[in-house]
Every structure is written in structure tokens, then in C-alpha cells.
């Protein structure tokens, strides 16, 4: 499976790179940053944010990019982002709970946050599938998952979710405010870089929490068992909502169209919304929204599948290795349902979540429960 991943990974390069270039994305986005104007407004692009030349033209790329992608010219494109940001930061979760588990100290697992920084600028397609094909490679808890090692320190599990909604919700948030009227253009670009790095606030956040609060937080199965469900209830949550306003919306555009304003319902029809371009098509695009839209789609698939092949070999392992046995059948039915009802990333959170309830029932020692992990994290 591991290199089912890093074949997924490499393919990002050629669906989501190469198609950039060769279907004129690549070349619209340079025209606006030479020209200094945001691309489909008449607003000049920021250029200056940290001081560092390179750092700078690199988020003005980036907002060149984002920008038409948060303005709302283009409905069919900002839906599809609203389910692509909860698959994200669902599919976050999962990888720096990874990195939190105790047989996954000192391995690549054990460092989210560059992956996630190499997301950022390599997109979610290639750097989580990698990062989950070595994890596949080098974690025990991958091969043979004990409720030791793969027992997450307490105090994680409960601030996960909210190190998420401060370092990576909050600035999602801010830069979708609609602009000029909520917040100036101008503001909205620095959101746009602003938010770039936000798997390094979730990982700052998450260190700092473990070793500021961690001698508050006592021995408790019960405890840390009711943290963890939170975590997983969380991210699917996170990752079905989106997935459902994504798909209800899309749909109803095309089962009620009068519900729409006539100007938009065209935009959110299914198949504007869902829609796959190939590389090998030859599709020239005629502006940057609508390149910015296949490189997404893309992005989300690729990246998606990844998370849920993943998911699937854990349930898979840890099913076999204490159950002697997985049903395939079921496993296959259960992953079409979940992933209709909250995507392949939420479809992937529900199976590692049941893989936990199961190594942790049946592996864990009497008595003893979860312990707390005093092994040193690194961001």
C-alpha cells in the first residue's frame, strides 16, 4: 500500500503541476503578478508581506492563486473549496494525531509540521500521501498497533480540537470575508498569507500546550478514552458538514433552481462543481478561477484517496492482527456509504476511529488503561 501512496504522490506532480503549465494556469497567474493587478479585479496585488524578497514573491504567487479562488466571482469554485477545507483540516487531524502516538516518537510521522508547510506549497496531494506511505513504512503502530503505542498523551487529545479551531479555523475564516465590503482588499491578501502556514500554528500550538499543561492533566483511561472520541468526533464532523453543503447545494441547484438566483444556479450545478478535467484532454483554461478550479479538484482527490487507503490498510491490520479476520465485503460497503454520506477523508476518520476502539479494548491491560506519553515531541 505504501507505494500505492507514493505513486499517488507522484501522479500529483503530473495531474496538478504539469496540467497547471500546460493548460495556461501557469501563465495567466504570472501575467497578474507582472502586471501588479489581482487577477479578475482592478486591484493592484501585494507584494510586500515579510520583507524577504523570496519569501515575498512566493506569497504573491500564492495570493495571486488563492485570490480568485475567495472572491466570489467564481460560486462553483468557492463550494467546492468549502468541502475541500473541511477534508483538509479532517485529514490534519488524523496526521498529527499520528504524530502524537508513542510508537511514533522519533519516526518522520513524528513531524507534521513540515509536511504540512511542504502541503502549503506542494499541495495536499503530494505531501499527505508521501508522508502516509512512510508512515506505513517505518511506524510499528502500523504494523502491530498495542494500546501502548498507540496511546496519544491526555492533554493532547484535549486541546486538539481547539488548537484546530484557533490555528487553522480562525484563519480560514478571516480570509473568506468578503472584500472590500467587510474587510479592504488589501486585508484580505494578508489573510491570504496569513494563513498560508497554519500546519506549523497547529503543531506551535499543540507543543506548547503538551508541555505547558501536561502536569494538569492526571492518569485516566476514562478521561482520555472520552478525549479521543471528541478528537474523531470532531474531525468527522468537520469533515461531513462541509461535505454535505458542498453536495446539498450543488444538487439543489439542479432539483430546485428557483430557491437560486438566476445568476448563479448555473454555477453551482453539479457538474461545475464536481467537475474533472484531465491532463491528457488538452483543456486550455481562460482564466485563472477556472485553472485554480481543475488544480483544486484535483488537489482534493488525490490527497482524499490517499488519506482513505491509508485508513483502510490500518483498519485492515489491526482487524486482522486481533480479529484474525476483516471482512472485505463489508469493509468495501461500509467505505461506500461513509464516503456518500462525509467524503473519503470523513469515510477515513471513521475507520480510525473504530481501529482505535478495537486496539484499545482488546489490547489494553487490566488496570492499567491509557498511560501518559513523557516521551520528548518535537514539532
Known sequence: MRYVLFSLSAFALYAIFYFAHINGLDELAGEAVASGKLPGVNAPIRTHFTGVKSVDHVLTVLTAFFYPFLDGQSPALLLHGVGFSGAFGAAWTLVVLESWRRGNAGTVAAYPAIFGLVAQLMTFAFATPLLLGLHLGCSVTARRPTADNIQVPRVVLAVLPFVFLIGYMVPTQTMVLPAPSTISIDMKQLAIAFWQPWPAYVSILTTAAYYALSPFFHKSHRASMSSLRWVYASAFANATVAHLITLVVSVASLVAPAIFNPQHVNQFHPSKVFVIAFPW??????????????????????????????ACKLYTVAHKQILSTVSVTGLLVKVALLTVVSGPVGAAVELMWERDELVFKETSSAGTGLRNVATKKYI
Open 281 to 310: 484532454s488538452g483543456v486550455k483554461v481562460q482564466t485563472v478561477a477556472e485553472g485554480v478550479h481543475y488544480f483544486l479538484r484535483w488537489d482534493y482527490l488525490i490527497g482524499s484517496v490517499g488519506v482513505l487507503l491509508w
